[in-house]
């Protein structure tokens, strides 16, 4: 009778697992919790924050985008093809851009 209860159970099962888009927003999600939480520790553990961040913490946000774009369209088709690429191109060279600016600002923190 378990056996039973138990095939007719997975039958009914709705389950159905996240789309690639889906996932990729969620890495970049992810990436950005661990430079929350690495800020937070700094602060804690410093009691100073950290300054001028603006453009490096850009660049996880640009690189992501670039590649949702390209996942976007090889799962389901849209952006058009030269789009996607094209537009990926464009947000990893303005991320390539602004990584030394981010880094200027980072170690600006550190100067004595």
């Not at 009914?12 to 990729?24: D, E, H, W």
């Not at 927003?25 to 300054?51: C, D, P, R, S």
């Amino acid at each position: 009778m378990k056996d039973e209860h138990w095939n007719d159970h997975q039958d009914k099962s709705t389950y159905t697992p996240a789309s690639p888009v889906k996932r990729t927003l969620a890495w970049i999600g992810l990436v950005y919790m661990v430079i929350l939480v690495a800020l937070t520790t700094y602060y804690f553990y410093n009691g100073t924050m950290l300054g001028n961040l603006g453009p490096l913490l850009a660049v996880p946000g640009l690189l992501g985008l670039g590649i949702l774009l390209v996942v976007s369209w090889k799962t389901t088709g849209t952006p058009a093809k030269w789009a996607a690429i094209s537009g990926a191109v464009v947000l990893w060279l303005i991320a390539l851009a602004s990584l030394p600016l981010g880094i200027a600002g980072l170690l600006s923190n550190f100067g004595g």
